[in-house]
């Protein structure tokens, strides 16, 4: 049987939880015009359907998004590489605003995450016009509901919050954040939204590491899949624009670089 420190161990030589990177070179510039598709059948797809989990756009934002070690973690990424990167980072907002734009008016609001997701989220929020709340940690927010404690890739954590008034029976949510990967996190936040009688449209990341969907029970990993089924969240859709398998720029790292990384 497999201990749990060895599960950790194995978890530490291949999970890459969504945190930070270098900048690409110049011949990796990315803007609207090339990400986008300009023949006419690409105008007549959904947002749904144009835009899919490692297709041509994915591939050029992935550039924007190196893996370098830290916290242990020999392949972890962040989104501070397209932030830097206004054009990259426009690019994406587009692509969620796009993906979600025909059917807008069944989303009532959209939640972003602690931390990244608030980033991401009002953007989007804005191009599509709804209401943007955050989804924080304990202890942060005043008038608030918290879910239940949830494991992640790195331990335990104590649960999210959000403000009571601010989702209504029936609301449709739609969540956002920057990486999904044993889905601890993105649990939480759904629970908060069904304890409130609300529904959850999907889950929607930049990153999603697809290893963690349904593992192999001897991998030692934790599968998403199980998580969800256990906490009855089953039938909540989760989309990532980009997995691991198009990942593959490692960060050049300056000489003396240091792990320096601590939990949080």
């Known amino acids: 049987m497999t201990t749990p420190t060895t599960k950790r161990q194995r978890l530490l030589q291949i999970i890459t939880p969504g945190q930070s990177l270098a900048t690409p070179s110049s011949n990796n510039h990315i803007s609207s015009s090339t990400c986008g598709n300009e023949n006419n059948n690409d105008k007549m797809m959904s947002g ?21 070690p830290f916290k242990g973690v020999p392949r972890f990424y962040d989104i501070g590489g397209f932030l830097y990167k206004p054009e990259v980072f426009q690019r994406i907002v587009d692509i969620f605003a796009e993906r979600y734009s025909e059917e807008a008016n069944k989303i009532d609001v959209i939640a972003g995450l602690d931390a990244r997701g608030f980033i991401l989220g009002p953007p989007i929020a804005l191009a599509l016009k709804k209401p943007f709340i955050m989804m924080r940690k304990k202890g942060k927010m005043p008038n608030s509901v918290s879910s239940d404690g949830y ?20 609301d449709r949510v739609l969540i956002i954040d920057d990486l999904v990967a044993t889905g601890g996190t993105l649990s939480s936040a759904i629970s908060l939204v069904k304890m409130l009688k609300g529904v959850v449209v999907e889950c929607a990341c930049v990153v999603e590491l697809k290893m963690f969907i349904d593992p192999p029970a001897e991998s030692g990993l934790p599968s998403r899949t199980k998580l969800f089924t256990d ?13 691991e398998d198009v990942l593959t720029n490692e960060a050049e790292l300056p000489k003396g670089y240091v792990d320096d990384g601590e939990e949080h």
């Not at 494991?151 to 029936?170: A, C, H, P």
């Open 48 to 68: 749904k359907t144009k835009y899919e989990q490692d297709g041509k756009e994915a591939k050029e934002i992935a550039e924007y998004l190196p893996y370098f």
């Open 151 to 170: 494991k992640t890739e790195y331990g335990n954590r104590s649960g999210l919050t959000v403000q009571n008034d601010k989702i209504k029976e029936g």
């Open 231 to 243: 906490l009855g969240h089953q039938d909540v859709p989760v989309w990532g624009l980009i997995s």
